[in-house]
């Protein structure tokens, strides 16, 4: 079983719909949450930083940690086909220590 | 204008040859990642290096070899060893080893024939 799980979709959704992604962990000691965009033949880029339990709001994406479940989500309101890409997951358990990425799900926003 | 870059975009190399893959940065960040990134399963740590003249292996460093003799550059070498060395290879800084934000370059896809 891998540490980090993420559905690999794809998800397809219609422009201005929300976008609903999730990850499923396994390791308890895991504190630092990330979600990175990635378009395709390009490097992942930082869109969302949570450490430990709660939501994380940055204009239309939002990020949920929930400890207690080991799952991690992160929505994105009012989609757009600019929002078309794979989204990966990223966890680590302390500052500086390496980070366990998910397979990445991938999205498409319709026009 | 900051970043990572990494260069060739797409190499091609035949079965038995080494290969460089290069990364530099300009941000003056300490530390220097290599992935490994293969369809569904992510990315893969290959090696790291949190200061000058020191790497440490990641999860999958058999058949690659680094160096770090300057702080913005962390080439990685793919070996002849490494048994299945087609992949997406991303490189990736962060500020220093206590921070986990990083930062990724574009890329290189490597393809062996």
């Known amino acids: 079983q891998k540490e980090v799980e993420q559905d690999p979709g794809p998800l397809s959704v219609p422009e201005g719909a929300i976008v609903s992604l999730n990850c499923t962990y396994s390791n308890s000691a895991f504190q630092y949450f990330m979600w990175y965009r990635q378009y395709s033949r390009k490097g992942p880029e930082l869109l969302m930083y949570t450490y430990s339990s709660g939501n994380k709001e940055d204009g239309r994406f939002t990020a949920q940690v929930d400890k207690s479940s080991k799952y991690i989500s992160l929505f994105i309101r009012d989609s757009q086909p600019s929002d078309s890409a794979t989204y990966l997951c990223?966890?680590?358990?302390?500052?500086?220590?390496?980070?366990?990425f998910g397979g990445g799900t991938r999205v498409l926003v319709k026009p | 204008d900051g970043g990572i870059t990494q260069s060739p975009k797409y190499l091609f190399r035949k079965e038995g040859q080494n290969v460089t893959l290069s990364c530099e940065q300009n941000?003056?960040?300490?530390?220097m990642y290599w992935y490994r990134q293969d369809p569904g399963q992510g990315l893969r740590l290959i090696y790291y290096s949190q200061i000058v003249n020191d790497f440490q292996k990641g999860d999958i460093a058999e058949g690659y070899s680094v160096s770090r003799e300057k702080k913005e550059s962390f080439p990685l070498t793919v070996t002849s060893a490494q048994k299945n060395p087609t992949a997406f290879y991303l490189c990736?800084?962060?500020?220093?080893?206590?921070?986990?934000?990083?930062?990724f370059g574009p890329g290189t896809r490597l393809t062996v024939l």
């Open positions: 941000l003056n960040h300490d530390a």
């Open positions: 990223a966890m680590s358990d302390a500052a500086g220590n390496k980070l366990t």
């Open positions: 990736a800084s962060s500020m220093n080893r206590d921070s986990d934000t990083q930062y």
